[in-house]
């Protein structure tokens, strides 16, 4: 007799996980509050944007070089997300209160990091104080920004499974669909975010109450979130947690806008001193002016030196804005003088003390500038009251793109100059580059009349290492204009002085106005001799490199 097999074991019923467990229903049906999380998903896309461009803006403003900066930020927030997103993994089991967390922390890190770099740039220096010794990682700005760059980006990049997990609390469905929704509000969020910050929060907030801004959007947005759709998913201790944290954040973010004033004064002495005469936001750059009456004036453009004057005027002051100017208007004709830079009026000051010059254009970048330059006493003393002459105007514009509109007239619309005066910032920044390239000189060569000279400033190179860079790259650049230079560095200032190029479609003379010895001042010059400059020139041949590079638009040679 064939026995029948014993029944097979009760399979003991599957013990829930955390994805099947059972939960609380949420307080609004699953379309809302789908839709509701999709917008939490795009504010805090728009959030992490701005709070990425904050970081970006501030270190190509404190630390130049805004190519690496932006390679640096990139590579290390990306990095850093993907770092966010694996250990979020742990955090999907209490995915409200890992948000609510996260987003908290986010919002105090990403708000508080402009106010941060901005106080280890103005107070960087040795350990005593003197601002001659090295410095610890804690106070270097770039050390610091890299440390920025990697909290926010891991904290970013933990958004995004958490999201995915409430987003399937809402309403099941398949990965794939979730993934897209997730990522286009993400997407479209990051598009607000990058529109949001030149076009509104920079211009109306500035950098540090833009990012204090950013920061308390961005801790509200995640706390209703979480205790709002979310808050039965949270333990009684859990939402006092997520509620203290959120508040906590908002309070050290209200705390830092109202103080901010005070701050950015304190961290102004601490960099420039004590005697700050204006400080200007002009809407490109930060313009300081330090001095006046019976103290030495300095200029700085974000934070960097443009000019440094004695209390009393000095021939030294002037030689350097001579050794540019008088040279190139002496070579022949000069009664139309283009200047492209200089808004501090010092180059225009030179121009306009020459009795031949009958008109000057100037044009410069920032016309917030110009304007202080025309107003304000410890500059007009400087300048003379350049821009009070009526023989000079003064255009704010890209310098580059006021070149090419100039150049794209027809012939007999064309505007023509005896002389061209190059007075802008060095090549070094990324974005200044294009102002020492190929095409900018082919333009600059397009506007001189006949006989005409183009003059172009530049840091000297360095009697130890003269180098393929620098002035050398610019004279090679010149050249690959179609112009024939005549290097020099500027009298009187050293090894690391000015070096002066000047260029023109046949070999231009490097003299002075008539009258004089080689040891005596021309008329009208008040720190040059012919016999210095005849020996600048000399200077600057005995340092001349075997070959420099040629810089042009999409590959500049400058470093």
Known sequence: MIESPPPAPVAAPPRPTPRTERRAPLPLPAGPARLLVLVGVFVCAACGLAYELELLALASSLLGDSVTQASVVLSVMVFAMGVGSLAAKRLRTRAALGFGLVEALLALVGGASGLALHASFAWSGAPDGTGTGPLTWAQDPAVLLVCFSFAIGGLIGAEVPLLMVLIQRVRRQDAGGAVADLFAADYVGALLGGLAFPFLLLPAFGQLVGALLTGAVNA?????????????DLTRRARRLVLLANLL??????TGAVLVDDFEHAARRAVYGGDVRAAVWTGRQEVVLTGGGDRAVHLYLDGRPRLAAPAAPADSARTPYEALVRPALAGGR???V??????????????LAHPGVTRLDLVEPDPGLVRLA???PALTRLNDGA?????????G???????RRAHARSAPARPRYDVILCDLPGPARTESAKLYSQEFYALARSLLAD???????????????????GLWTAEATLRAAGLHVVPYLSPGTGDRGWGVLLAGRDTPRITLPEGGTSTERPPGTRGLTTGALAEAVRRAERRRPASAPVSTLVHPRYA
């Open 220 to 232: 509200v947005v995640g706390g209703l979130l979480a205790l709002g759709l979310f808050h039965r």
């Open 249 to 254: 954040v908002l309070a050290l973010l209200a």
């Open 334 to 336: 000069h009664a139309r």
């Open 338 to 351: 283009l200047v492209l830079g200089g808004g501090d009026g010092l180059t225009a000051r030179e121009v």
């Open 374 to 376: 025309r107003t304000e």
């Open 387 to 395: 821009f009070n002459d009526p023989r000079a105007r003064a255009a």
């Open 397 to 403: 514009a890209d310098v580059f793109d006021w070149l």
């Open 451 to 469: 006989g005409g000279r183009l003059a172009v400033r530049m840091g000297a190179p360095t009697a130890g290492a003269p180098g393929p860079r």
